[in-house]
């Protein structure tokens, strides 16, 4: 599957693209460094309306605005203020991570502290789950045309 990197492993920078146009729109300022680059599964539409999200689980530097193929590894449930926004972990071609509880942790302090600068925004980490539930979300989520909406 192919994914758009938003934001690299290690920085505070949010990337705002137009998931489906890969648009830049702007950046802002995040409580915490994202531990692993992000950014979305291209041809996927969430339960949010905007493109399945996914963590790259890989040491190797990754830019924004780079579209990569990866495999599923995994995901975990995510609540956004009351909304359902599961997120797909993925690793590239060849490499092996295991999602343990170390990256667990990690992910869960990550997303919990993310956006202390803004009031009133609270993101709950769920259960993780292993590459057959990813795949399957993934299975779900894929846009059925296959061709890219409208650009705005």
Known sequence: MKVFIENE???RTKNIFNEKTLEFR???EVSR??????????GTTSGDGDNLDCF???AKPLKSGETIDVEPIGMFEMDDTGENDPKILATLPGESPIVDE???TELRNFIAHVFDHLPGKKLVVGQF??????VALVQQSTDISGSPPPRE
């Open 102 to 104: 170390r990256v667990q």
């Open 26 to 28: 702007k950046s802002v």
């Open 9 to 11: 492993r290690g920085s």
């Open 129 to 134: 789950f292993g590459k057959d539930e990813a």
């Open 33 to 42: 460094a994202y531990p692993y680059a992000y950014g979305f599964v291209i």
């Open 56 to 58: 790259v689980l890989t």
